[in-house]
Structures are given as structure tokens and as C-alpha cells.
């Protein structure tokens, strides 16, 4: 949600009881503003909060005006105090996969993991107990990559792609109307479509290009991992990922507002197919 | 503008000519009826097509050139007038036309000099004779607009037009073929405007053809490029967004769709808004019941035995930790609560929580009614418990020589009464406040032992079949209770000393199994320090009875329930009973009032997380707790005060992903032994054997006899 309008977001996001107490409200609306000032963001999102079991990350990101260039992700334990967290690898995500469970609160803390570790000499295969240590700063660097991959959200319209190619946000998107905000197919992943290039020419034919230039949701899968509900009597929707369970996003049709936040444990529901 | 000081300048100039037009123009009009029926057409064409016709008038001044009235004013009034009107308007239909028709006027007006150039007041009268002229003729005088129908007039009936004279023929050459050079040269007068003429109708040919093309309508829309562009200045200038050039796409989209949404809005939007409107009629409901009549007295009673918790200050609280409901949802929760409790006989009333679904929330209350006015459930139950009768009639009547199937289903648990353990309080559910409460039935033990074993999203309709491996008995409406049932035991809490064991419920209570399952409030209770109750856990403790793995929260013993029943039945124990123990082991859970601290651990993750609500201001802070158990449920202390609230999906945590459950051993076959094997044929030797034995027993005369005997009955053993 943006850092700007965060109080009427927090309101409208309320509906799954996630919220911020007014202490942490009022220094996020302070602090936001200097994090924007200082590292010159040209936007500036209130990203959510990771549940830990000592401590709660607090994470805000940055935006160039390119929408869709890679974001700058912060995390803050107090709210006041952010501090830049480096950018996702593939191989980050690939060595803090094997890390269960929840996170502590506190970004030094070290996950061990033992791997098992397998030496060829000569003919003989020896057996390792190798410990890896993996920093939690590392794992919420990679969950909140795989959070915004997976299940970040816009509206159809809200962006749209100017003619030189960056990504600009649209200022005179008016909100969905109504029959469009109950369709999974007017809300995009916000990020680079990865699915869009594998479309045949035929759907292609249809998408308007300055719009649908990113991947729709109605293609997740597994087919049901977004839960859609019309609250306030039509008035907001609101979008609630299954799979990383603690996604709200909301959209009031026919206003400006909309947006997402994440207040979870950082833990992907990998039970999803069961629980259908 | 510039086309009405033209015209000025027209009347100031020729004050002959315009002497002369008035009257013409009123001899026009009385004419005859072919003025009058074509006059109000070119104007009603005005609109759409006059632009197209601006192109024209210049040269209906300079046709008349060749007289000497006119010439004065020709130039005066066709130079100037034309650029504004080129400014304003392009139409590049007409310039087509005039060359199309300019061939055979050429040819028609040749023949029509003479009488025109003798009388100037005689062309004006022949051209009013076509109804056109005179429209051209007090337009040139009052404003461009009549001037432009005249000459596409001109055009139209060019052709029938004898009457024209040779100039102007010529003056439309010379526009269409832009050889404006003759027109200076035909006057001296006429030689400075002209000059300024030539580069002005240059133009004018390409702007009108320009204009022409962007007034172009469009098939599909019916829209045009000319308008659309000056829509959307006009909408850039009204609104004066900052970098316009930057967003003048979309309000070129806003400007289009602006023109299609005022087709569709009145039939789309009355449907689309009516479930609004259906939910702000219901929770007007809500908010009106305050002002239903009632006796003062009454309200005044009720107020003061007020079952309705104070729903505002725990969600104060509550935000203070950062959990909670927004607060106008918030409130009208709070009115469907007042609702409930005005509604039913409630004794006590709490908000129990959200519990999330697909499709709708659930908002949970719950309540206790007052004594003895909950006989519904009662009813209920015999209903299911003839049925179970009918079930087991149904199997006896089976009954044959045949073995039976030995096969008894696993001894069904009963659930526990109302006002007792797992039943000790009753839920409604709504979707949304507003919308009726529903009553969640009883709980049985069976519910929630195979709720532990399953995960399943509730989907918002209570009437909706949980499907699952192992078979869940009941609709979603079980589950959520079942559910239900485990978060409260799970995570209803209060600070220590807050209840304590009630004197004489715990006596009645002694009967079961001696333990405690009741408790009151402490009237003693003091208070604890905020800071203790986040520093210890064992501050908090539980007031709600431990749901053993039976499903119940009291023992239930299976065994000597079965003894009461059938004997048969009875027979069958017995066999597991030797197998197992004689008795099977009380199952014990912790007692009421435990503390927390003593909780199990989730794999090394504490079950509970304190925290001080804010760390700044710590002397107005209050505890708040989380459990690690069931995300979603809170509670918070300040000390005196306590509540609980749950808000999420209903799931438990595992830091595992949820597998199914094993698959029920499979039965053993029968054990093969001395039941199951027979003995081989016996041979011949021993028949012979036997036979030998027998003979020395038996008579030797008897023999033959005998010996048949023997050897039939010896066949039917074998058969047997």
C-alpha cells in the first residue's frame, strides 16, 4: 500500500484484522517520509509485517519511477530505523528453501542446517555431515522475493507501459467498475510477466498493450489460490492469497484505492491442494 | 470573432451594398415557397455539414466583382472573411465538389452574362429566384454561416444555374486552380486585398482538405478526430492536470469513453448496485433498533443484567496491539451483538472472533443462555438418537444361521451436555453484521477427533459438505464449531487470579472424576502488573477445559457403557477387552486454571509470544499475547482487564506441511489353524487298519455287513 496513503489503506485493509497499533502508525507515517527522502525513492510502499516469534520485521519498499524496475526492499523492527536489505539471488532462495519454520525477530539469528555432503576419492564415497549456516537476514530477503513473485497484486489499469517502455503508474486510472472487480482476470501480478510471451497470438489479439502487459491472476496455480470477497456491500474487494496466507489486497471499484499488504509468518501454505 | 468584425468591416465598407441587400433579401423571402422550404434546410444542415460550405463564401463576393457596386466590397469582404473562417473550419468535400462543378458551370454561365452584368439587382433577384442566393445574399451582410449554405448551394444547383455570370465562373476557377493572380488583376481596387488573398486561399485549399479529413466521421464510433480533438483540450484545460502531454492518452480514452458510458450507465448500474443497497438495508436495521419503543423501564432493567460485552473498548485495546477489526466494522459487529442478545435469552455474550473464509467471514459469537431456555438442543439430540436406534433394529433383523459380521463399529462417544465441557457455550455465526445469526449445533467428540485430522478452508456457507479423507460427520456448520472448540480451548486465556474455582460448583463437580471443571469470578482479583504478565507466562492461564484426544473435555469411559448395553455386544468386548487391558486408563489433561507456561512446545517453537503494546510509553502499555499455535488468536491484559479474540483462517500451526492421515491398518485374515485346516483323506492302509481293529472286535460273520456299513459311514465323515 502507498506509504502516502497509508492510514485509508490500513482502514480499508482491516477486514482481515491485520492492522498496525496507532504507536506504529504514526511512526511509520514519519519514517516513510524520510526513507523516501533519503535514498530518493520516486515511491515508496508499506510492504507489511513479518509475524517473527521475538520480534516483527516491518517492511517497506522503494520504487523508481519505473514501476516495474527492481524494487529496494527495508526492513525496520521499530519502525523508525530502516536498514537496506540486498537484492534477492537465485541462489539465495535456493539455500534458505531448506529452512523451516518461523522466523525469530531478529535478523542476526543463524539457522543450522546439516547437509549431507557427498566426496568422491578415487573409488570410495565418503559421507559428510556438513553445517550450513544460513543468517535469517538472508531468508527474509528471499521470502519477501518470493512473496512479491508470487502473489503481489495491481489492478488492470493502474499501471500502464509508456511507449519508450518503462512503467508509469496511470494517473487517471478511475478504479475497476463493478462486474470488473468481481473478475480474477482484472487484477495482475506486479512484477515482469512471465507468462505473457507464452500466449498464443490468438489471446494476444485482444490485450490492449499499454495495459495487459502483465501476467493476470486468474492463471495461478493451483486454480482457487486467491479467495475474492465483495465486503462493505460491494464497496471493497478484497483479495486474500491462499498460498502465502496473510496477502490482503483491496480495491474499492471506482476509486483510486487499492493496494497490498502482507502481515504473516512468512510461510507458504504448501497445503493448499488439501485444504481446497 | 474575427468573423463578425469581417463582416463590420463588409458593412462599413459597402454601404450601397448593404442598402440594397436588405430589401433584397425581404423580395427573397417573399419569393416564392422554394426559398423558403430551402433556406431552413441548409440551416438545419448547418450543424454537420457547414463547415464544409465556409470554403465557399469568398467567392460569392468576388462572383459579383464584375460590378462595380460589388467591387468595392468584394475584395473587402472576401479576403478578410475567408481566413477566419479557414481557422476555423476545413472542409475538403466542398473543394472537391467545386472542381467537379465547375466544368459545367463554366459551360451554363457563359451563356447568363449579359442580363447579370447588366443588372446587379437582377442577378441578386435571379439568384433569389433559386432560393440560395438570397440566403447567400443576407448572409454576407450578417454572418458567414448563411454565406457558406449559399454556396454549396451554388453548387448544387450550379449546373441548372443559368444565370451566373462569366466572373463568376471564373472566381471559382481561379479558387479551385488557385489562380488568384487574375483576381488582382481584374480591379485596381482589388489589387492590394488580392495580394493578401493569394497566400490565404493556398492555405485555405490545404487546411480545408486537413479540416476536411479530421471531421471525417468514423464508421465504427461515430465519432470525429475534429471533435474529439477539441474535447479533449477542452477537458486538458478544464481540469489543468500537471504534464498533460504526458497523460493525453488516457484522456484521450477517458474523453472516448465518456461518449460510450452514457449509453450503458443507467441499465448496468441499478443492477450492479443493488446488493449494496440490499446490505445497507439491513444494517439500517442495526442501527434503528435503538430507537425501537420499548418501556424505559424495561431498557433500564435490562441495562443493568446487560449481557452484551463492551465490544468498543476490548477493540480499543485490541488496535492498540495492532489487532482487530477496522473500527466501523467494528461497531456494527458490536450492534449485531445488541441484536442477538435483544433477540434471544442470553445470559452472557461475547465476540468471539472472524474466522476467514472463501467465499464470506464468519463472525462468531458466543454466548450462554439463561437456565432452562435452551430445550432446542434437547429435542435434537433424541431425534439423532432414535435414528441410531432405527440403525441397530436394522442389523438385528439381518440376523441368520450365517455368521454375522463381527465388525462393530467403533463405541460412538457421546457428546457432552450443554453447559458442560466442549458444549459449555453456544456460537452464532453471521456472514456480515447485519445478516441473521445462526445457531452452530452441539459439538460431538467424533466432530472434533476427525477435525484434528483434517485442514480444510471454510468456504462462507454453513450448509456446505466437508469433504475428506477420513469421512468428517457433518457439514462445514460442525466443522467450524469443532473448530471452534479447539481454539477456545486452545487459547482462551486470563491473567492468573482472575478466576478462581467457584466453592460450591466445585463440589457438584467432584462427582466427575474430581476434577474441577467450573470456575467464577475472582471478586478479589487485584490486578497484575502489566510488565509481570509479559515477562512470565506463567501469569496466564487457561479458563477453558483441555479438550482430551477422546474429543471430550470430561472422561468418558467406553467400556463400562458398553456393559449396559446388549449382552451380545458384551460377548464381542470381552475379546477386545482381553486383548487390550480390563480398564482402560483415565486420559488426563491438564486441569482448568494451568498455566500457559506450561503449554507444549510446536518443535521447539515457544507456543506463545508476549509483547508489550507499545515500547515508548510503557506505563500506559498493556500485554498483549499471541499464540504460535493458532495464528490469529490474541488476548490482551492491562492489568484488571482481559479479553480474547480470534481472528484468521481456523487452522492450527504445524511447522510441517499437513499430511493425511495413515490408512486404518488393514484386518488380519483369520489365523490358519486347527479351525481352518482339515486332516488329509485317510489312507487306504488306514481304513485297512481300522477295518482290521474293528473285525477283531465285531464277529467274524458279520463281516461283509458291516464292512459296507463302515465304509458309507466312513463317506460321510469324509464329506462332513
Not at chain 1, 474487494?237 to 487499492?258: D, E, I, M, Q, Y
Not at chain 2, 450601397?16 to 419569393?31: D, Y
Not at chain 2, 451554363?108 to 433559386?130: C, I, R, Y
Not at chain 2, 433424541?382 to 438385528?396: C, L, N
Request: glycine fraction near 6%; charge should be negative; aromatic fraction near 8%.
Amino acid at each position: 500500500m502507498d506509504a502516502e496513503s497509508l492510514l485509508l489503506s490500513l482502514e480499508l485493509a482491516s477486514g482481515s484484522g491485520q492492522g498496525l497499533s496507532p504507536d506504529r502508525r504514526a511512526s511509520l507515517l514519519t519514517s516513510l517520509m524520510l526513507v523516501k527522502r533519503d535514498y530518493r525513492f520516486d515511491r515508496v510502499l508499506f510492504w507489511g509485517r513479518i509475524l517473527g516469534l521475538v520480534g516483527d520485521y516491518y517492511i517497506a519498499q522503494g520504487l523508481s519511477e519505473d514501476q516495474l524496475a527492481p524494487r529496494k526492499t527495508l526492513y525496520s523492527l521499530n519502525c523508525m530505523e530502516w536498514s537496506l536489505l540486498p537484492p534477492a539471488t537465485e541462489e539465495m532462495v535456493a539455500q534458505t528453501s531448506v529452512v523451516k519454520g518461523r522466523f525469530m525477530g531478529d535478523p542476526s539469528h543463524e539457522y543450522e542446517h546439516t547437509e549431507v555432503q557427498k566426496t568422491n576419492e578415487g573409488e570410495k564415497v565418503f559421507e559428510e555431515d556438513v553445517v550450513v549456516q544460513i543468517k535469517e537476514e538472508t531468508r527474509l530477503v528471499s521470502v519477501i522475493d518470493q512473496i512479491d513473485k508470487a502473489v503481489a497484486v495491481i489492478p488492470r489499469g493502474a499501471l500502464f507501459k509508456t511507449p519508450f517502455g518503462p512503467v508509469h503508474v496511470n494517473r487517471t486510472f478511475e478504479g475497476l467498475s463493478l462486474s470488473e472487480a468481481k473478475k480474477l482476470s482484472s487484477y495482475f501480478h506486479f512484477r515482469e510477466p512471465v507468462q505473457l510471451k507464452n500466449k498464443t497470438l490468438l489471446e494476444k489479439a485482444d490485450l490492449d498493450p499499454s495495459l495487459d502487459f502483465l501476467d493476470s491472476l486468474e492463471h495461478d496455480i493451483p486454480k482457487g489460490s486467491w479467495s475474492m470477497q465483495m465486503e462493505r456491500g460491494n464497496a471493497l474487494v478484497v483479495l486474500r492469497s491462499l498460498l502465502w496466507p496473510g496477502l490482503t489486497f483491496f480495491h474499492a471499484p471506482r476509486t483510486k484505492n487499492c493496494g497490498y499488504i502482507y502481515v504473516g509468518t512468512g510461510e507458504k501454505n504448501i497445503d493448499l491442494p488439501f485444504m481446497l | 470573432m474575427e468573423d463578425l468584425t469581417s463582416s463590420k468591416q463588409e458593412k462599413a465598407n459597402q454601404d450601397p451594398g448593404e442598402a440594397e441587400r436588405p430589401w433584397e433579401e425581404v423580395a427573397a423571402f417573399s419569393q416564392g415557397p422554394e426559398s423558403g422550404l430551402s433556406e431552413p434546410l441548409e440551416l438545419e444542415q448547418g450543424p454537420d455539414t457547414g463547415p464544409k460550405r465556409r470554403g465557399s463564401p469568398p467567392q460569392s463576393p468576388e462572383s459579383r466583382a464584375s460590378t462595380p457596386l460589388d467591387d468595392l466590397a468584394g475584395p473587402g469582404t472576401s479576403s478578410p472573411p475567408s481566413l477566419p473562417q479557414e481557422g476555423s473550419y476545413t472542409p475538403s468535400p466542398p473543394a472537391l465538389a467545386r472542381q467537379d462543378l465547375a466544368a459545367p458551370w463554366q459551360s451554363d454561365k457563359t451563356t447568363s452574362v449579359n442580363p447579370e452584368a447588366g443588372t446587379p439587382q437582377d442577378h441578386h433577384l435571379e439568384q433569389s429566384d433559386k432560393g440560395e442566393p438570397t440566403a447567400s445574399q443576407t448572409c454576407q451582410s450578417e454572418g458567414i454561416t448563411f454565406r457558406q449554405s449559399q454556396q454549396t448551394k451554388h453548387h448544387l444547383y450550379g449546373p441548372e444555374d443559368v444565370n451566373h455570370n462569366n466572373s463568376k465562373q471564373k472566381e471559382l476557377r481561379f479558387n479551385v486552380f488557385q489562380e488568384e493572380d487574375s483576381n488582382s488583376n481584374h480591379d485596381l481596387d482589388r489589387a492590394e486585398p488580392g495580394a493578401s488573398e493569394v497566400a490565404p486561399s493556398m492555405l485555405e485549399i490545404a487546411i480545408q482538405s486537413a479540416k476536411a479529413y479530421l471531421l471525417k466521421t468514423s464508421s465504427k464510433s461515430g465519432l470525429n478526430l475534429y471533435d474529439h480533438l477539441s474535447d479533449m483540450l477542452t477537458k486538458v484545460l478544464d481540469e489543468r492536470p500537471e504534464d498533460a502531454v504526458d497523460i493525453i492518452e488516457s484522456i484521450s480514452q477517458d474523453v472516448k469513453m465518456e461518449h460510450f458510458r452514457k449509453k450503458l450507465d443507467t441499465l448496468q448500474n441499478e443492477n450492479e448496485m443493488l446488493p449494496t443497497y440490499e446490505i445497507a438495508e439491513k444494517q439500517r436495521a442495526l442501527f434503528l433498533q435503538g430507537n425501537l419503543e420499548g418501556a424505559d423501564q424495561e431498557l433500564e432493567d435490562e441495562i443493568a443484567e446487560n449481557a452484551l460485552p463492551n465490544v468498543m473498548e476490548s477493540a480499543f485495546y485490541f488496535e492498540q496491539a495492532g489487532v482487530g477489526l477496522g473500527t466501523d466494522e467494528t461497531y456494527r459487529i458490536f450492534l449485531a451483538l445488541k441484536q442477538l442478545t435483544d433477540t434471544h435469552p442470553i445470559q452472557r455474550c461475547r465476540f468471539w472472533g472472524k474466522i476467514l473464509g472463501l467465499e464470506m467471514n464468519y463472525i462468531v459469537a458466543e454466548v450462554e443462555f439463561r437456565e432452562g431456555e435452551d430445550e432446542e438442543n434437547v429435542e435434537e439430540e433424541e431425534v439423532t438418537e432414535e435414528r441410531d436406534d432405527a440403525d441397530s433394529e436394522a442389523d438385528e433383523d439381518d440376523e441368520d444361521e450365517l455368521p454375522r459380521n463381527f465388525y462393530k463399529t467403533p463405541q460412538a462417544i457421546p457428546k457432552e451436555e450443554n453447559r458442560t465441557g466442549a458444549n459449555k457455550y453456544v456460537y452464532f455465526v453471521c456472514n456480515e453484521p447485519g445478516r441473521p445469526w445462526v445457531k452452530l449445533p452441539s459439538v460431538t467428540p467424533g466432530q472434533i477427533v476427525t477435525a484434528r485430522k483434517i485442514k480444510k478452508f471454510f468456504t462462507g456457507r454453513l450448509d456446505t459438505p466437508i469433504i475428506s479423507y477420513p469421512p468428517f460427520p457433518g457439514n462445514e456448520s460442525n466443522y467450524l464449531r469443532a473448530q471452534i472448540a479447539r481454539i477456545s480451548a486452545g487459547t482462551h486465556v486470563s491473567p492468573l487470579g482472575f478466576y478462581q474455582f467457584g466453592e460450591e460448583e466445585g463440589e457438584e463437580e467432584e462427582e466427575v472424576e474430581g476434577r474441577r471443571d467450573s470456575f467464577e469470578e475472582n471478586p478479589d482479583f487485584e490486578g497484575i502488573q502489566v510488565i509481570d504478565l509479559v515477562e512470565s507466562l506463567s501469569n496466564w492461564v487457561h479458563h477453558v477445559q483441555h479438550i482430551l484426544s477422546q474429543g471430550r473435555c470430561n472422561w468418558f469411559n467406553p467400556i463400562q457403557k458398553s456393559e449396559e448395553e446388549e449382552e451380545e455386544e458384551d460377548e464381542e468386548k470381552e475379546e477386545e477387552k482381553g486383548e487390550e487391558t480390563d480398564y482402560i486408563e483415565q486420559e488426563v489433561g491438564p486441569p482448568l486454571l494451568t498455566p500457559i507456561s506450561e503449554d507444549l512446545e510446536i518443535q521447539n517453537i515457544p507456543p506463545w509470544t508476549t509483547r508489550l503494546s507499545s515500547n515508548l510509553i510503557p506505563q500506559y502499555a498493556i500485554a498483549v499475547l499471541r499464540s504460535n499455535l493458532w495464528p490469529g488468536a490474541y488476548a490482551f491484559s492491562n492489568g484488571k482487564k482481559f479479553e480474547n479474540f480470534y481472528i484468521g483462517w481456523g487452522h492450527k500451526y504445524s511447522p510441517d506441511n499437513y499430511t493425511p492421515p495413515a490408512l486404518p491398518p488393514v484386518c488380519q485374515e483369520y489365523p490358519s489353524g486347527s479351525e481352518i485346516t482339515e486332516m488329509d483323506d485317510p489312507t487306504v492302509e488306514e481304513e485297512q487298519a481300522f477295518r482290521a481293529a474293528q473285525e477283531a472286535v465285531v464277529f467274524p460273520t458279520e463281516e461283509n455287513e458291516e464292512t459296507e456299513d463302515d465304509e458309507e459311514e466312513e463317506d460321510d465323515y469324509d464329506q462332513e
